[in-house]
Structure formats: C-alpha cells, structure tokens
C-alpha cells in the first residue's frame, strides 16, 4: 500500500487547516490508520488513529496536545484518510505524516506499522 499526504500550507495561528491521506494499491478499511507529525529539530511523534468497526462506528484517539482542535476521520469508499486541524497553534508546525498503525503492547505507545514513511505534508502556522 503507498499512503500520499496532502493540504499543508501556511496558515496564521487560529486557523484551519484540512489534511488528506490517500491510500492506493489496497484498501485500507480494515487498518487502523493514523497521522503523525515531526516538528523542527525534535522527534517524530503520534497525533491520531482512527479505527473503523463497521457501519457507522469510528473509534478515535488522540494525543493530549491536538485533543480537541483535531478531528481525524476517513472515507473507506473513498480510500482517504482526513485531519482536521483547527485553532491551529505555532507549536503546531511540523511535516504531518499519515500511516498505518499499531499500538506496542507493553506501553501501549502508537508506531507506524508499514515501517517505512511517506513524503509528508508541511504545515506551518505563523504567530
């Protein structure tokens, strides 16, 4: 499966931003999938995972710094994966990167389970 990330851009702190992940060569509705982002100078690190369940049921989660202004969400018929960023900070700038996921069993800490990482999409929030 090759995952591409898309819709960074420059915004001004407060604002939105919509990022896209398409997923090509198989269908990505039974992974649970999940964006990650790298800042400046500092590690990559997890954002949001989304899971799908069946019907109308998403579970999502999280990480406590884009809790509440971050909304991930896909579109299995479409292939696509989304994040919504909104009240975007300056602290927010990094090369967003979208995966499919897993969770470590002994610290339950979010990792890309394909292994290897795509271009990313840069999104940078000025103050």
């Known amino acids: 499966v090759q995952l591409q990330a898309s819709g960074g851009g420059l915004v001004q702190a407060g604002g939105s931003l919509r990022l896209t992940c398409a997923a090509s060569?198989?269908?990505?509705?039974?992974?649970?999938m999940g964006w990650f982002r790298q800042a400046p100078g500092k590690e990559r690190e997890f954002a949001a995972s989304?899971?799908?369940?069946?019907?109308?049921?998403?579970?999502?989660y999280y990480a406590d710094s884009v809790k509440g202004r971050f909304t991930i969400s896909r579109d299995n018929a479409r292939n696509t994966m989304y994040l919504q960023m909104n009240r975007l900070k300056p602290e927010d700038t990094a090369v967003y990167y979208c995966a499919i996921v897993n969770r470590r069993p002994l610290d339950s800490s979010w990792y890309n389970a394909l292994g290897t990482w795509g271009q990313g999409t840069l999104v940078t929030v000025s103050s």
């Open positions: 989304i899971r799908w369940s069946g019907g109308n049921t998403y579970y999502t």
């Open positions: 060569g198989r269908t990505i509705s039974s992974d649970v």
